[in-house]
């Protein structure tokens, strides 16, 4: 008796569709920010001639904020799917069931550990916007079950019922900060499948332009001009 060796994600043709929604609808959205940004600034040197240079930039910061926000957002998504492929080609989908009632931070939750299916791993799912859709996309995920696709010690992909939505899942523990060596807790096959997704590199620089963007977001939104 032979061991069969399950099919990765990317195998599956509905698992290719959604991830080229997913693609189109980033693409789609960093579009609209550039073109918002191009828009502001026809405005602006329009205005300038009307109100004077000192109300318009005074008038500009709020928007500018806004748009730099959207733009830095989209980029971030950009760079989540095409992360999403590798993750997609490497592993294969597995089926997690309803997560139960919502706590009050619903991006967190745990995933078995591959090597040790006993222990828990917890991770969170990425934010991919500003807006209601993020957290509808999550609060369906945990209520009615997902498949999700990675090693939850580095990166997953979660998908929703019917692949309607593709989700990114990060880790919230140290084995990113191995120093590219394989860590004592994980095993040959699945360090080697993690390095063939390109999964075991700490997305340091990208975890803190997120950070940062969504941090000058919610310092906007608590602004009283924002009102």
Same mark, same amino acid.
């Given at each position: 008796?032979? #061991? /069969?060796?399950? %099919?990765?994600?990317?195998?599956?043709?509905?698992?290719? &569709?959604?991830?080229?929604? $997913?693609?189109?609808?980033?693409?789609?959205?960093?579009?609209?920010?550039?073109? @918002?940004?191009?828009?502001?600034?026809?405005?602006?040197?329009?205005?300038?001639?009307?109100?004077?240079?000192?109300?318009?930039?005074?008038?500009?910061?709020?928007?500018?904020?806004?748009?730099?926000?959207?733009?830095?957002?989209?980029?971030? &998504?950009? %760079?989540?799917? !095409?992360?999403?492929?590798? +993750?997609?080609?490497?592993?294969?989908?597995?089926? @997690?069931?309803?997560?139960?009632?919502?706590?009050?931070?619903?991006?967190?939750?745990?995933?078995?550990?591959? #090597?040790?299916?006993?222990?828990?791993? =917890? +991770?969170?799912?990425?934010?991919?916007?500003?807006?209601?859709?993020?957290?509808?996309?999550?609060? $369906?995920?945990?209520?009615?079950? *997902?498949? *999700?696709?990675? #090693?939850?010690?580095?990166? @997953?992909?979660?998908?929703?019922?019917?692949?309607?939505?593709?989700?990114? +899942?990060?880790? =919230?523990?140290?084995?990113? #900060?191995?120093? !590219?060596?394989?860590?004592?807790?994980?095993? $040959?096959?699945?360090?080697?499948?993690? /390095?063939?997704?390109?999964?075991?590199?700490?997305?340091?620089? $990208? %975890? =803190?332009? &997120?950070?940062?963007?969504?941090?000058?977001?919610?310092?906007?939104?608590?602004?009283?001009?924002?009102?």
């Amino acid at each position: 008796m032979t #061991d /069969q060796v399950p %099919e990765t994600a990317f195998v599956n043709p509905a698992t290719i &569709r959604a991830w080229q929604n $997913e693609r189109r609808r980033s693409l789609a959205n960093l579009i609209f920010w550039i073109f @918002c940004l191009l828009g502001f600034v026809t405005l602006f040197t329009r205005a300038e001639d009307h109100v004077g240079k000192l109300l318009a930039i005074a008038l500009s910061v709020p928007v500018v904020l806004v748009i730099t926000v959207g733009i830095g957002l989209a980029s971030v &998504r950009w %760079e989540h799917i !095409g992360k999403m492929r590798a +993750v997609l080609k490497a592993y294969p989908w597995q089926y @997690c069931p309803p997560l139960g009632k919502s706590p009050a931070d619903i991006e967190y939750f745990r995933l078995p550990d591959p #090597d040790e299916p006993h222990k828990k791993i =917890q +991770v969170a799912f990425r934010r991919y916007g500003t807006g209601k859709s993020w957290r509808r996309s999550v609060r $369906e995920a945990r209520s009615a079950g *997902f498949t *999700f696709a990675g #090693d939850p010690r580095y990166a @997953c992909v979660v998908a929703l019922p019917g692949h309607r939505r593709l989700l990114a +899942v990060r880790p =919230q523990h140290v084995h990113l #900060d191995s120093g !590219g060596t394989r860590p004592r807790t994980v095993s $040959e096959t699945a360090w080697h499948r993690a /390095q063939e997704a390109g999964i075991t590199v700490p997305p340091s620089q $990208e %975890e =803190q332009r &997120r950070k940062l963007l969504y941090s000058l977001w919610k310092a906007f939104r608590k602004s009283p001009s924002s009102r």
